[in-house]
């Protein structure tokens, strides 16, 4: 076993915005389960959000940074988004002067529950995926306890084609078009998604609509939204959200919709599309429509501090 580290052999300093790279390199070396875009990671999660406060800390041991954790503070409640050390440094303790580094972050600025996944604003991944084992003994050892379990579908994409022209048919026979969104739908979309689905997914609709080409699809009946689709809202493997208004569930709405974004999708290299954050209910429909896996298992943590 490694030596483990004494307090005067840490030092933790919060990263600025300039410190991206080295972020980046960091990611690089200790995320080894996600190779395809592991530098990329914490792009995601560096910048503010509205009405959030980003917490980044690096881990240093003789003046080198081989630790990592990024959060954000939303209120009285904080969430860990990401927790890194590389191989090299790890099993000496440098995981547990982070992570406790942050929590005294988050607790000075009045948080009450401190949260590890189940971050709705912005996320990697909905939780802790298992298979980091040192990262879920971390948490279970530092007095959290285990809210949910979650999981990710995959789908393999190198022979992935769009809806055939039968399926494209019975859309137009029905008086559906299904198309890409446009940056006129904004204010139609948003209104749809946030009055009868949910203000996060309205966030993420409207960010992929932010891009070009935009990465959302649309189904309308004349002017009136009746299904969406849209990808690589937080990270370019990641398909979802989807939905298919509830009187028209049935009519292969939400089969076109998926095979557009997931064939829109292969065309932009992605090799395995991750269906994120999969409720319960709707595995059977992503299996039967369009093959997909069950895959990466997250859990999820949460621990309370302070006062109530």
Request: net charge neutral; with cysteine; proline share 3%.
């Amino acid at each position: 076993m490694r030596n483990r580290l004494s307090e005067g052999d840490v030092t933790i300093r919060t990263a600025i915005e300039a410190d991206l790279g080295l972020a980046k390199k960091i990611a690089r070396s200790g995320l080894d389960l996600d190779t395809e875009d592991a530098a990329d990671v914490p792009k995601y999660l560096w910048n503010e959000e509205s009405g959030t406060e980003r917490v980044r800390l690096f881990g240093l041991l003789d003046k080198t940074a081989v630790g990592l954790a990024i959060g954000s503070i939303q209120g009285q409640e904080a969430f860990l988004d990401l927790i890194i050390v590389v191989p090299e440094a790890r099993r000496r303790g440098l995981g547990n002067y982070l992570l406790r580094a942050w929590e005294e972050a988050a607790t000075v600025r009045g948080v009450k529950r401190l949260r590890v996944g189940e971050n709705l604003r912005a996320y990697a991944w909905p939780g802790v995926d298992i298979r980091y084992t040192p990262a879920v003994c971390l948490f279970l050892g530092s007095g959290y306890e285990r809210t949910r379990v979650v999981y990710n579908m995959d789908l393999a994409l190198h022979e992935r084609l769009g809806p055939d022209a039968r399926q494209l048919d019975g859309m137009a026979k029905a008086g559906v078009t299904v198309r890409r969104a446009e940056q006129s739908d904004r204010e139609m979309l948003s209104a749809y998604v946030g009055t009868h689905w949910s203000r996060v997914w309205q966030r993420e609709i409207l960010l992929s609509i932010e891009r070009y080409p935009a990465t959302a699809f649309v189904a309308l009946r004349g002017r009136a939204v009746v299904g969406f689709a849209a990808h690589g809202v937080y990270r370019p493997s990641l398909y979802g959200p989807i939905a298919t208004d509830p009187s028209e569930q049935g009519a292969g709405i939400g089969s076109v919709l998926s095979r557009l974004c997931l064939e829109d999708m292969a065309a932009s290299g992605v090799a395995t599309a991750q269906i994120g954050w999969v409720a319960e209910d709707a595995i059977p429909f992503y299996s039967r429509t369009v093959g997909a896996r069950l895959g990466r298992c997250f859990w999820m943590f949460q621990k309370s501090v302070g006062e109530g």
